[in-house]
C-alpha cells in the first residue's frame, strides 16, 4: 500500500503537473481522509508565483467538489442508518446543525471538523446546492487567507 501511494504521489509531483496535481490533492483532502492541501497550492505558488490566482481557484473547486462528495456520503448513511434501525437520529450537536443550516457549511475549511462537517449535513439533508456553495466561500477564503499568509511569511 505504501508503495502505491509512494508511486502515486511521484506521478502527481509538483513541477511536472502543477495544477492537477493541486486538484486531486485538495478534492482527496476534503474527504474523510487525514491530509492537508495547503502545502501543495502553497509548493505550486512558491515555484510559480504566477500561478497565484488559478492554484487559488483550482484547490477551492478540487476542495469544494470534495465536500460535495462528503455530503453525498453523508446521505447515503443517513440513509443506511435509518433503514437499519427505523429510527432519525437526534442530539446536541444536530440539532445545532439543522437550526443553522446550510450555512454552517461555511466553516468547512476548520482542521478536524470541517470535512466530517459536510458530511453530517449530507446526513441532515441539507440543501445540497446552497451547501455546496457555501463550502466554496469557506475553502475560497481559507486558501486565500492561508497562502497569502505564508507567501508573506516566506518571501522570495
Request: glycine share 10%; proline share 8%.
Amino acid at each position: 500500500m505504501e508503495a502505491w501511494l509512494e508511486h502515486l504521489l511521484s506521478l502527481l509531483s509538483l513541477p511536472q503537473f502543477g495544477l492537477s496535481t493541486v486538484f486531486v490533492v485538495s478534492f482527496v483532502s476534503a474527504t474523510l481522509l487525514p491530509m492537508g492541501s495547503e502545502p501543495a497550492v502553497f509548493g505550486l505558488i512558491k515555484l510559480n508565483p504566477e500561478m497565484f490566482w488559478p492554484a487559488i481557484l483550482v484547490a477551492t473547486v478540487g476542495n469544494t467538489l470534495g465536500g460535495g462528495l462528503t455530503w453525498w456520503m453523508g446521505f447515503g448513511a443517513e440513509k443506511a442508518y435509518e433503514r437499519v434501525t427505523h429510527h432519525a437520529p437526534e442530539g446536541r450537536a444536530l440539532g445545532w446543525l439543522r437550526r443553522f443550516g446550510p450555512k454552517a457549511c461555511l466553516l468547512s475549511w476548520l482542521p478536524v471538523v470541517g470535512d466530517p462537517l459536510c458530511g453530517v449535513a449530507g446526513w441532515l439533508r441539507l440543501p445540497f446546492w446552497p451547501c455546496l456553495a457555501y463550502m466554496a466561500i469557506g475553502k475560497f477564503l481559507r486558501y486565500l487567507t492561508m497562502t497569502a499568509a505564508l507567501l508573506w511569511v516566506w518571501p522570495a
